[in-house]
């Protein structure tokens, strides 16, 4: 599905002055996008297709945008001299509306260490060497799912660790579902939400947000829903009749859905005496008899020492078996859920704490909200794309720049924000990536990959691969 934002004011204002700033005779801007470090140290790279898709593919400059943004610039700049038509309309009359760039990028879901070429872009047409950066403000919100699947796989990894470490062999299988995303209310636009949760959904399968869902069937490929939920209450629904009636409402959720999985929110007034009174008092023989799964959540409180008196008293109540590497394991009727506080940080603590008191990690699923699809910025990861070659009056020349910074103490040194000269290249070398001039290295291939040129689609990418990807035995995403 194309949008029909106008293309040609989707960019930061200060950009259409830059045709005339740049020095006279340039014929051709070449840029890369980079991750310069941050919280992990590789980054998944993913969601470039649906920018390019969505935004960028076809004739997507028409005259009556061009006219549209005649009207409204010079209103933005108060003077007439900035936003130059002609260029536009060049574009319209010469290309038909398509945009004459070429990008290159590494494989959606591949896992990229830090300070590596992600993607490159460069225009076609000299006269449209303005064109390459000045969709920068566009294709640079690649950072945001590409940051959501970072995370989400760092935590698929801390996950990973202590399944391996406490659960039994017939508990992998559940990995996919013990991150679940609960971030749709929080994030700022339904666009975020889809693109968030597409993101995570390469490394996970449970999911409320249904727009990621859509947007993965409407952009690549996908097959079926990706996204899985189950049958849940909410406060309103548990609250509804007060108190006193709680015992009744998780009586009516048991007799509604007798089978299959059912999560329920439990700490209205008192997680502890649901725990004891209810789901292991009056309620327990009626939840051990169900063919199917009781998720009991808690949703308020310190998340370790609240689930570690949570577990006590279901064990207590409920039994259990210990598995073969020695950890306890409740009934497969019950299990609990953890939405509230839930960070890479807490999951880490979370978990070394169940492994601590002997607690077998697949007897817990997460969710996760406002930490997985909002909490995270352009500098989580440091994303930048920064022009690294031109050519001006006929001749290349490499391009870079290289601040040097005065900290706190007063210290001159090299900034962070240095950057790459020259045509690039990312290659795989001895199975580590590296980035190199274009030409250095010849026996070794260039990962990235041709996927857009003058406004046709290449190398388009599906779902299932991109999952393939991602969850492919790779170095461990871990925290910088």
């Not at 009056?393 to 290289?402: I, L, S, T, W, Y």
Request: proline share 4%; glycine share 10%; charged share 20%.
């Amino acid at each position: 599905m194309k949008t029909n934002e106008n293309i040609a004011l989707l960019a930061d204002a200060y950009k259409y002055a830059h045709h005339k700033l740049y020095a006279p005779g340039t014929t051709r801007i070449y840029s890369y996008l980079e991750s310069r470090g941050g919280a992990f140290d590789a980054t998944v790279f993913f969601g470039l297709q649906y920018f390019l898709k969505h935004y960028l593919e076809g004739p997507v400059l028409t005259t009556e945008k061009v006219d549209e943004a005649a009207e409204l610039l010079p209103q933005v700049f108060g003077r007439a001299d900035v936003f130059e038509r002609a260029r536009f309309d060049y574009i319209v009359k010469r290309h038909g509306g398509r945009l004459p760039v070429r990008i290159h990028a590494v494989p959606e879901g591949s896992r990229i260490p830090v300070h590596n070429v992600l993607m490159t872009i460069e225009n076609t047409d000299p006269q449209c060497f303005w064109l390459t950066n000045f969709l920068e403000s566009l294709l640079m919100q690649v950072w945001y799912p590409s940051t959501v699947a970072t995370l989400s796989g760092a935590v698929r990894a801390i996950v990973q660790h202590y399944f391996d470490t406490t659960s039994s062999a017939g508990a992998q299988d559940s990995i996919d579902y013990v991150l679940n995303d609960f971030g749709f209310r929080g994030v700022s636009s339904v666009e975020s939400a889809g693109l968030g949760a597409a993101a995570h959904l390469l490394h996970f399968k449970g999911s409320d947000t249904l727009a990621g869902s859509m947007l993965l069937r409407r952009y690549y490929g996908a097959a079926g829903m990706p996204g899985q939920s189950v049958p849940a209450t909410e406060h309103s629904v548990c609250t509804l009749l007060g108190a006193e009636g709680e015992l009744d409402v998780f009586r009516h959720a048991l007799n509604t859905y007798p089978d299959g999985i059912l999560s329920v929110v439990s700490d209205s007034y008192d997680i502890f005496r649901a725990c004891t009174d209810y789901w292991g008092g009056a309620l327990r023989e009626q939840v051990l008899a169900r063919k199917g799964t009781l998720v009991i959540r808690p949703d308020s409180g310190d998340p370790v020492f609240t689930l570690l008196r949570v577990f006590d008293l279901l064990l207590e109540r409920f039994g259990f078996t210990v598995n073969e590497k020695g950890y306890k394991v409740l009934p497969p009727q019950v299990r609990v859920l953890q939405g509230d506080g839930i960070n890479p940080e807490s999951i880490r603590a979370i978990y070394g704490a169940l492994q601590l008191n002997g607690i077998s990690a697949e007897n817990l699923v997460l969710g996760m909200g406002g930490a997985l699809l909002q909490k995270v910025d352009r500098d989580t990861q440091k994303f930048a794309l920064k022009c690294s070659w031109a050519e001006v009056a006929g001749r290349g020349r490499d391009v870079r720049k290289q601040p040097v910074e005065l900290d706190a103490k007063g210290s001159l040194h090299r900034s962070f924000k240095e950057s790459k000269g020259g045509r690039l290249k990312l290659v795989l070398d001895e199975g580590r990536y590296r980035t190199v001039r274009e030409g250095a290295g010849p026996a070794l291939n260039n990962e990235l990959l041709p996927v857009f040129e003058k406004g046709m689609l290449l190398n388009e990418q599906r779902y299932a691969d991109i999952r393939a990807r991602a969850l492919a035995p790779q170095e461990k995403l871990c925290f910088a």
